[in-house]
């Protein structure tokens, strides 16, 4: 069967536009042919000053890059103790692997009392990828997610998100302690890059230490590494800035930290009206969710709500078309009591307020009608937020670990929007509340033959109440008695409660695979009343019967 012509073309044109991976290798020897573990082997542009991905050999001197890049680059081999060596190759999408062996030249130094310190960009060990902070930063980053934009193999999208390759990272911690979970871009937003050494990349990450072993695993995690100054003593980093448009525009950022090696403290403030999102999604911090069966029970459990108001999705970027004003004040410790009890206490308070605009033109004609719709829409969102947190963690022996976590969020939204449509006003008001009791407790223990038993239970006592108004009847239809009707009211209230327990036995078999057994059991009871009004003003006329629902 002939495509036709038009098809084929077509067909031509997509697949020419797929950009396929080319894979580079070789092996490296030193000048007695002697196989070289250990070598970086780096991808720069071909000027030689950007990095486009990175390697290092294997134990017998084997090495394997992949890269959709085409065009001259130069590939870079250097290893201590040897003269670096840069060769120029050119890349096509179309050609076959390039292969690419090299022999590495002795370099001698005559040593005079002098310490030679080499510093490389990239350091492989094992799981854990080390980055050179200095080498990669040009100076002009002002957080650590400025930095981490320049990191090869690290992507931060413009919500704050952060991916290496197309997993989404765990967590982000400093000197080895977490203090925000999947809510890293709290910190990533507010943290100065300036006392950041080195970035280490964990691959095969596992939240919990005992099951480093025991579970499969292909997370990864983020540590930062500070210079020897910023350690152990109190740190305090003030960004201001004022400026006059149409409206007066300010920024207040203010970090405070002490990353000791018992306790670390941090305490960050961050006032703008720019647009900036100092927070990121707060919800991840509040609710993580852990899709590996590791984490704790009920992942995903929240009280539902009924009505939302958003603004719709447009192809601009979110700081071009929303305007905030948003105040954070984030207080957090880390308490080493002891060699085997750690207490995390979290707490912050975020006040936003944001604003979206949206004017549009829409004609429409088919056959003989035509007509034109025209709309002028403004949302204004305020929240208030305080959310206090405690984990408890507690190792029994080296073998079994207990963990304990206590949440608290308070939280308020209120939503008006306003939309003339065809110069008909429609006035939308949504009030939320939120108030959630959240505790969870974990008891690890592994056994020598690498496998592992945990425990987990947990509660969540939430309600999510909301009342919602707007300004005009538009249910004709289903109330034609109801003349008088001008605007309609439902308020609804949701309380839900949550119990879970849950035995997890995992235990390492050949091959590095993985056998998993869970038994428990989940009970989720949901509350809920739901109240309709139709009002003239102020003046409730009428709650029809079948539109109320209370399981209270």
Request: with cysteine; glycine share 6%.
């Amino acid at each position: 069967m002939k495509l036709p012509g038009f098809i084929l073309i077509l067909f031509c044109l997509v697949s020419s536009s797929v950009k396929s991976q080319v894979l580079i290798k070789g092996y490296v020897t030193d000048s007695l042919g002697s196989e070289l573990p250990y070598v970086n082997v780096l991808l720069k542009d071909s000027l030689g000053q950007q990095i486009i991905t990175y390697t290092a050999t294997t134990h017998n001197g084997n090495y394997q890059l992949k890269t959709s890049n085409t065009g001259r680059h130069l590939l870079v081999f250097s290893a201590l103790g040897f003269s670096e060596m840069a060769i120029a190759i050119n890349i096509s999408s179309h050609q076959a692997d390039i292969v690419q062996n090299i022999s590495l030249n002795k370099k001698h130094f005559e040593l005079k009392e002098v310490t030679i310190a080499v510093r490389r960009p990239v350091t492989i060990k094992k799981d854990t990828v080390i980055f050179d902070a200095q080498y990669f930063s040009k100076g002009n980053e002002a957080v650590v997610e400025d930095l981490l934009k320049k990191i090869p193999g690290i992507t931060v999208e413009e919500d704050g998100t952060i991916r290496v390759g197309n997993k989404e990272v765990e967590k982000v911690m400093v000197e080895g302690d977490d203090f925000f979970e999947k809510g890293y871009k709290i910190i990533t937003k507010n943290m100065p890059a300036q006392p950041i050494e080195q970035i280490e990349l964990l691959q095969n990450y596992s939240n919990n230490e005992l099951l480093k072993d025991v579970e499969k695993s292909d997370k990864v995690a983020i540590n930062l590494k500070l210079k020897e100054e910023a350690k152990r003593q109190w740190f305090t980093n003030i960004n201001l800035g004022y400026g006059i448009s149409t409206e007066s525009r300010y920024t207040l950022q203010s970090n405070v930290f002490n990353f000791g090696k018992k306790n670390k403290y941090y305490f960050l403030t961050n006032i703008n009206n720019i647009g900036y999102d100092a927070t990121g999604d707060i919800d991840h911090l509040i609710r993580p969710q852990r899709a590996d069966g590791s984490g704790v029970v009920g992942n995903g459990e929240r009280a539902y709500q009924v009505i939302d108001l958003s603004a719709t999705s447009l192809d601009f970027k979110r700081s071009r078309i929303s305007f905030n004003d948003d105040k954070l004040l984030s207080l957090n410790a880390i308490f080493n009591l002891t060699q085997k009890l750690k207490i995390k206490a979290l707490g912050f308070i975020n006040l936003t307020e944001k604003d979206f605009f949206r004017n549009s033109v829409e004609k429409f004609q088919f056959n003989q009608t035509s007509f034109t719709n025209t709309d002028n829409y403004h949302l204004n969102q305020k929240s208030f937020t305080n959310f206090f947190k405690i984990d408890l963690i507690y190792s029994l022996n080296k073998n079994q670990s207990f963990e304990a976590t206590i949440k608290y969020n308070s939280g308020n939204e209120d939503a008006h929007s306003k939309l003339l449509f065809n110069e008909l006003p429609i006035v939308e008001n949504l009030r939320t509340r939120n108030q959630l009791f959240d505790q969870s407790f974990i008891l690890t223990t592994k056994f020598k033959n690498k496998n592992a038993l945990l425990i987990k239970a947990r509660y969540i006592d939430e309600k999510s109440p909301q009342l919602y108004q707007i300004n005009q009847f538009f249910y004709q239809d289903l109330f034609p008695d109801n003349q008088d009707v001008n605007n309609t009211q439902q308020q609804s209230k949701n309380n839900m409660l949550y119990g879970g327990l849950e035995m997890h036995y995992l235990k390492k078999v050949a091959d590095g695979d993985v056998f998993e057994l869970k038994l428990g059991n989940q009970v989720r009871e949901d509350l809920i009343a739901a109240s309709l009004s139709l009002k003239d003003l102020t003046t409730t006329l009428e709650q029809p019967t079948d539109f109320q629902n209370n399981t209270l």
